[in-house]
């Protein structure tokens, strides 16, 4: 299995740096159009303006993750 990051991972990977959104634990492949993440955000305040960008499938408050998919066709990264 290789490591190496789709053009799509390696564009949210950066989005997620360059705005200071929060760490990336997971990212991978879920099916043909989208991909599952887990992250650890550093602040709240942006994910009402990306929410609808996230299909959150848990949040663990426990730890601090979020988790659910995203598409590969998502505005978040464009």
Known sequence: MTKNKSEFQTKVYSFFENRY???I??????SLNRHYIKFKPFDSVWFQQ???SIDVDSVDFENNTISGFISNSSKLIE
């Open 50 to 52: 990306f929410s609808d």
């Open 21 to 23: 959104i929060g760490k």
């Open 25 to 30: 634990l997971k990212l991978e492949s879920a």
